[in-house]
């Protein structure tokens, strides 16, 4: 199954709902952090939430997710934009954590319940618009759902599901998004509610072969939706050996002659990506050159 995500109105333009499949993006993810069964269900569900808060974006806006729980996961760092390209970071990769109450990774018990969740949209002002909101789940599907709900003043319900195999890997990950427009009936939102409790986990779902648009159809059993858009999600970086020459010249000039002198060179490394970057001494002596004339 493809990564994607596909947008969707229904109920006569009363109910807007974002259905995702994402198991090749997390599964990238998995792989270039490494990360164990609680920390991939963590970072995974952490990335499926933040595309779908990118898909409302429009144009060139993006936003940084970040979930610092108190937990031993430590912190989450996630990017995503309107087109669907996401990148994620996660502090600690190694937790493995006991199954939880319900049989399931814990994931509240990775991430914790003592913190903060911040969101960061550059939607191409002067300034960025930020919310934050405490992390009052761990679950991270209800930690989205209240930033959505007191943050944004939308009255959302957000699923969040990763399921990972026992060799680490990513069986299947996705997720919804439902939001209640304005004008709503309250008939409609009954509907809507008990649709959503009576669906099973998306991930579950997905691994049984179902698609967005068949679980929109358990979303929406009635059939009153419309399809608008559907896009490719991916787990993608957009680093560049660039960028980090740049970084490295606002370093300054003493500490470049100092990778110069001790290191004869240096290395960087991508938080997002792993991807290594090296730079020589001649290349290094022009950016203490650039950083001199600054």
Known sequence: MTDKLIKALCYDNEIRVYVVEATSMVQTAQEKHETWSAATAALGRAMVGTTLLGATLKGNDKLTVRIAGGGPVGYLLIDSNAKGETKGFIKNPFVSLPLNDQGKIDVKGAVGTDGMMTVSKDLGMKDPFVGQVPIVSGELGEDFTYYMAH??????????????????????????????LPGASDATIQKVEQAIAEL???????????????????????????????????????????????????????????????????????????????????????????????
């Not at 959302?156 to 919804?176: C, M, R």
């Not at 049984?208 to 679980?215: A, K, L, M, R, V």
Request: with cysteine; net charge negative.
């Open 200 to 294: 099973p986990q998306v991930s579950k779902l997905m691994n049984q072969g179902e698609t967005p648009e068949e679980i929109l159809r358990r979303l929406v059993p009635d059939g009153s939706s419309h399809i608008l858009e559907e896009m490719p999600v991916s787990f993608t970086c957009d680093c560049s050996k660039d960028r980090f020459e740049t970084a490295i010249v606002t370093l300054g000039e003493k500490e470049i002659e100092e990778m110069i002198d001790e290191d004869k060179g240096a290395e960087a490394v991508c938080q997002f990506c792993r991807t290594k970057y090296y730079f020589n001494e001649e290349e290094l002596t022009k950016l203490k050159e650039e950083a001199k004339n600054r």
């Open 151 to 180: 943050s944004e003043q939308i009255p959302t319900a957000i699923g969040l599901s990763v399921l990972v195999n026992p060799d680490e890997t990513v069986k299947t990950a996705g997720g919804f998004m439902i939001q209640v």
